[in-house]
């Protein structure tokens, strides 16, 4: 297929298909990726769209013991609260102050989420247990961390949505399935330690990467979208 030739409706169903079929699960099989196929998705990905060109993204690809050892020494700190205490998050990710929707949105699928692992809402001990799991890429074989160096701008990481967002889809048409995950941002210090990052890289986020597992409760949760009434205007005159 050219540059300038008209999808067939085979090919716009198959893209339609890799966008909706993308959310994110959080409990993976253990099946092996292989590396080949993880460079095909990065190379499908960077063809994202960036200002001038910049290409902002800088990704870090972890699997077996490098993988293993950036999840344990995580999750130890997180699992000592006075440790974990001692990290903050380099950038807001969410809002200071929260106003509707967005949080009715934000309490809904953290309860959606809750109620299908039949986590209670006083069940604190169990709520920081599935929050950890984070730190295991949720089980994925595949760690993605990404990093950014601190000298680009807003624009820059408008960017890096746009490939993240390519990064996802391509997944989808390999079979794999993905988890973007801001949680990994508390750690940033310990994630530029533990992968001797530059002191100019900084932590965007991180990844999980795998075969999704079919029989995993949590994996059934697919979270509500707002129709296109709600969010779009056409103004044509």
């Known amino acids: 297929m050219s540059l300038f030739d008209l999808p067939t409706p085979e090919q716009r169903a198959a893209v339609d298909a890799a966008i909706t079929s993308r959310h994110s699960m959080r409990a993976f099989l253990p099946t092996p990726v292989p590396r080949e196929t993880i460079e095909h998705i990065l190379e ?79 069940d604190k001990a169990r709520m920081h247990q599935q929050h950890g799991r984070n730190y295991l890429f949720f089980d994925a074989p ?16 408008l960017d890096y949505g746009m490939f993240l967002q390519n990064l996802m889809i391509a997944a989808r048409g390999q079979g794999l399935h993905t988890c973007p995950q801001a949680a990994f941002t508390q750690y940033h210090r310990l994630i530029a330690d533990e992968l001797q990052l530059a002191p100019e890289q900084m932590l965007v986020c991180g990844m999980a990467l795998g075969y999704a597992d079919p029989a995993a409760i949590e994996n059934s949760l697919v979270s509500e979208r707002e129709p296109v009434a709600g969010f779009t205007r056409f103004l044509d005159q």
């Open 142 to 157: 595949v760690g993605l961390i990404f990093t950014i160096d601190r000298v680009m701008k807003q624009g820059s990481w």
């Open 44 to 122: 499908v990905a960077s063809r994202a769209p960036s200002g001038t060109n910049t290409q902002p993204w800088q990704v870090h690809v972890l699997t077996g013991s490098a993988r293993d050892r950036l999840c344990q020494r995580i999750l130890a700190a997180h699992n000592e609260p006075a440790v974990a205490a001692q990290h903050q998050e380099e950038y807001a990710y969410y809002p200071s102050e929260w106003v509707s929707p967005y949080i009715d949105r934000r309490r809904k699928v953290g309860w959606d989420l809750y109620g299908l692992l039949g986590i209670g809402k006083a």
